[in-house]
């Protein structure tokens, strides 16, 4: 376990070796209360280099290419199986990092490790194709790994982001060199150490997964991320991340024929149909903004209520968000934690001033808390936390069009705008008037209403009487400004592979072209 009151000094895993990357070091905070809990160098462009390099030699060996697919599947269950043992240790590690509520941290170890198995039941089950002939020979695809991937993951839910590539590209057979965000770098870090050590005598013939296989790479987007996507051994990107960032990435992909994925921002709505039960909705809008404090890709930012039943929601709504903890992450009873960083907090804030200076009317929050919520961790001074971390309050604005500044851009924070309705042609004008296409909510008992609506709006993903629910079994992504290709399912293994089509020659004669 971490001792919160002495930083710690975290070496990396860089081609194969625990060590110091060979950059300037820098430090990570906890957003709590602004205090320094690690120290690690960041990466170079030739740390990049070496660990793409030693990557590409590493899936090559014998001890991972040939390993079968269910030898394969047990090293994913051995890394579950180690995220598991540490599964408290890690979800305290990931809070620390990101402020993120433990209870959300332990939620989001358990996913990561259940990515794993998920991805070693697909590799072991996964099936290539023979395919119909046409002629006298025999066809087959197969599937091989594309080769060295790269991972560039956000500060948001560090550990999950991770698995999600990490799981699918080793299924594979791929090798992976992540960056993460650089600060939050220790849940790739860890990751990697697991990884590390369940790959002992896992490899084919019983030797070690070469060592080799992962690195992890911490340091800034445009330096490190840069050269690795970039780097000529680098056969795919998975990025999550902003769209401006994500397009960049996309714009270089191209220049190298390279495959990516890019999950990037959203501005999600979520509908309250004037039939909807308003307790559930009132609960599901809240959970859908104000969870991770609105730090979500899928926050479902922008509440579109039906005119009838407006006020009723909106009161129910803003005496729920007040009645939210605001508090210590490390309490189990804290429903929002602190922003991610001082300069984030200025980000939001900026948003806020311009709501109102757009028209917008805030019925609650628009502040830094007063004070912290009561908690049960004795040990945690929350009057100092909420001055020196980085909290802010929920908060609801109205009187906004949909073509605000607020409604158009992602925040990235507890914020959520207020609009009301008349009816469907209006709402769905409205919700697909936006350049994101991320995710969307719909709260009825209409169940053929919802299916109407759900098929009209452009997003990836469409919840019905729930929200930021997840399976590791369902696809994954946006649309439009909210990026391209899936994350989970069965079919994400195959972003990881190429195609190579076999044609085998049944026939006695030879071929009658070169017959005289
Ligand atoms: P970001 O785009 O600033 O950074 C994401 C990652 O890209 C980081 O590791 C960063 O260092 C790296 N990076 C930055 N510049 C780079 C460059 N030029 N080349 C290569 N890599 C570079 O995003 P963020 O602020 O860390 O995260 C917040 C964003 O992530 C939000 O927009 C959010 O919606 C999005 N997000 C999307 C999903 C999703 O699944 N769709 C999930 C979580 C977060």
Not at 360 to 376: F, I, M, S, W, Y
Request: glycine fraction near 10%; include cysteine; charge should be neutral.
């Amino acid at each position: 376990m971490s001792d919160m009151n002495n930083p710690t000094h975290i070496q990396t895993l860089i081609a194969g070796q625990w060590r110091d990357a060979s950059g300037d070091v820098y430090s990570t905070e906890y957003p709590f209360d602004g205090r320094v809990v690690a120290t690690l160098h960041a990466a170079t462009v030739s740390d990049v280099d070496e660990a793409v390099r030693m990557a590409e030699a590493a899936r090559l060996q014998s001890a991972w290419a040939d390993l079968l697919p269910h030898q394969r599947a047990a090293f994913l269950h051995a890394i579950a199986a180690g995220i598991r043992a540490r599964s408290e240790e890690l979800a305290q590690l990931q809070m620390f990092d990101n402020g993120k509520p433990i209870t959300e941290c332990r939620g989001l170890v358990a996913s990561a490790a259940g990515t794993f198995q998920y991805f070693a039941a697909v590799v072991e089950t996964f099936e290539d194709a023979v395919t119909p002939p046409r002629g006298e020979f025999m066809s087959i695809s197969m599937h091989e790994p594309l080769g060295v991937v790269g991972a560039i993951t956000p500060w948001n839910s560090p550990i999950a982001s991770e698995a999600q590539k990490l799981a699918p590209a080793l299924a594979a057979g791929c090798a992976v060199v992540i960056k993460p965000a650089e600060i939050t770098p220790r849940m790739a870090i860890e990751l990697a150490r697991i990884i590390d050590a369940a790959g002992v005598g896992m490899g084919a013939g019983g030797a070690d997964i070469p060592k080799a296989l992962v690195s992890v790479l911490p340091g800034k987007g445009g330096v490190v991320g840069d050269a690795l996507v970039r780097h000529p051994l680098i056969r795919r990107i998975a990025f999550t991340g902003g769209t401006t960032v994500g397009k960049g990435i996309a714009t270089l992909a191209a220049e190298k024929l390279m495959p990516v994925s890019l999950e990037l921002g959203g501005k999600s709505p979520t509908i309250v149909c004037a039939d909807a039960d308003l307790e559930h909705a009132v609960a599901g809008v809240l959970y859908g903004i104000f969870s991770s404090s609105g730090e979500s890709c899928i926050a479902g930012s922008r509440c579109f209520v039906h005119a009838s039943v407006y006020d009723a929601f909106k009161a129910r709504l803003v005496s729920g968000a007040k009645a939210l903890r605001v508090g210590n992450p490390a309490s189990t009873n804290t429903q929002m934690g602190p922003l991610i960083s001082a300069a984030h907090r200025n980000a939001v804030e900026r948003y806020v001033a311009l709501g109102l200076s757009e028209g917008g009317k805030l019925l609650c929050g628009g502040a830094r808390p007063a004070r912290l919520a009561e908690q049960d961790v004795s040990n945690a001074n929350t009057d100092v936390a909420c001055e020196q971390g980085y909290y802010y309050l929920p908060t609801i604005f109205e009187g906004l069009s949909n073509t605000a500044t607020l409604c158009r851009e992602e925040i990235f924070g507890p914020v959520l705008a207020l609009i009301p309705y008349a009816d469907d042609a209006d709402l769905i004008a409205q919700c697909n008037d936006n350049d994101y296409g991320l995710a969307s909510g719909i709260w009825t008992k209409d169940y053929q209403h919802a299916l109407k609506l759900g098929k009209a709006l452009q997003t990836g993903t469409v919840w019905i009487n729930t929200y930021k629910v997840f399976s590791i079994a369902t696809a994954f992504g946006g649309v439009k400004n909210s990026g391209m290709g899936r994350e989970k399912g069965y079919a994400s293994i195959m972003a990881y592979m190429t195609q190579k089509s076999f044609y085998w020659g049944l026939s006695k004669q030879p071929n009658p072209w070169s017959r005289s």
